[in-house]
């Protein structure tokens, strides 16, 4: 039997989550993941070596890698290694580093940055760097870490040029204003309602590699994660807007748990709507969510059916503290989805 292949978008942790929970559909379906990821961070550790030295911003690219790491002992602490952070030295906090520094690619430097130069960054994003200096090209280097963390698939990003995000935003200084919020970090914290969302470029050439996984794949699964700077900005990129359309592949949708601050004020039903506004041509197969967090499934159910898909509840959320997917329970319930006609 051949594998089934399975393309995930996304950034950042929502993205983390869905790549852990097709992990755990791996033993009961013969999987062959793809994760394509989003290219706009601009804060912390990714934005202050994109500011500093070019390239993609390596965070989202770095979780993505060790959400699908090996089970072997090695590959394991291979990566709590790329995880691992540098605290500021005693040396830097006299100089006044700022013992977990972040910043904007837009917003300059770090106040202290030059005396503790490590703080703050992740070890894999330096690595990611250096394997992308080192090869000449992100995907060779993505393909390379991946090999070194024995991934059980494949990280690509959505382009090999970074982007910014860019919205318009309604009331985030007073009630009617409307102005440009620029760079994904401060699109993600805005107290305003976004109203458009956009890419600078315009139209970011895609990752040759992620058009053609999306046209040879069977599922291609969108969300959860933060829905203007994760989900959204692969739709904005019109070569992989059009594999998306284009491809044969069915598509789910897995619907966040509450809002985050970047869409407070939209519904469930809104998150679906805003996939037609973005890409009006895309169907969807399958919408996902969680039992409790739908509420009343009547709006959802019909959204979910203006896309052409069914509205499918599960449990899928930890039990206790905050809310979150549970990789276990969101696998268990994308088993029998993906393996419907296998």
């Excluded at 929502?14 to 791996?26: D, K, P, Q, Y």
């Excluded at 407070?264 to 919408?287: C, F, N, P, Q, W």
Aim: glycine share 12%.
């Amino acid at each position: 039997m051949t594998p089934l292949k399975v393309v995930a978008f996304g950034g950042g942790h929502g993205l983390s989550a869905s790549l852990r929970a097709l992990r755990h559909c791996v033993p009961e379906l013969d999987l062959d993941i793809t994760a394509v990821v989003t290219v706009g961070d601009d804060g912390g550790s990714s934005g202050r070596l994109r500011a500093e030295r070019g390239g993609l911003p390596p965070g989202d690219l770095r979780q993505a890698l060790v959400a699908l790491a090996g089970d072997h002992p090695a590959t394991r602490r291979s990566a709590g290694l790329f995880q691992h952070r540098f605290a500021a030295t005693d040396a830097g906090r006299a100089f006044g580093a700022d013992p977990a520094p972040t910043t904007a690619a837009h917003g300059g430097g770090v106040a202290g940055a030059a005396a503790d130069p490590l703080a703050g960054h992740a070890v894999g994003n330096l690595i990611l760097c250096g394997l992308t200096e080192l090869l000449g090209d992100p995907v060779a280097a993505l393909d390379h870490a991946g090999a070194m963390l024995g991934a059980v698939g494949r990280v690509l990003p959505m382009s090999r040029q970074p982007v910014g995000i860019e919205a318009r935003v309604r009331g985030a200084d007073h009630p009617d204003e409307v102005r440009t919020v620029r760079g994904q970090h401060q699109v993600a914290v805005t107290s305003g309602r976004v109203e458009s969302l956009r890419l600078t470029p315009a139209a970011p050439a895609a990752c040759a590699e992620a058009v053609a996984a999306v046209s040879e794949a069977d599922w291609l699964i969108f969300g959860p994660g933060s829905w203007y700077t994760s989900v959204l900005p692969h739709l904005l990129v019109p070569g992989l807007a059009h594999a998306i359309v284009s491809s044969p592949a069915r598509r789910l949708v897995t619907l966040n748990l509450v809002a985050e601050k970047e869409t407070l004020g939209l519904s469930l039903a809104d998150h679906l709507a805003t996939l037609h506004r973005y890409l009006s041509e895309l169907k969807v197969d399958v919408v996902l969510a969680d039992s409790k967090a739908v509420g009343d499934p009547e709006q959802v159910e019909r959204a979910a059916e203006s896309l052409g898909a069914r509205l499918l509840l599960a449990p899928v959320a930890v039990t206790g503290g905050p809310p979150r997917h549970d990789p276990a329970a969101l696998g268990a319930a994308l088993v029998p989805v993906l393996g419907a006609d296998r």
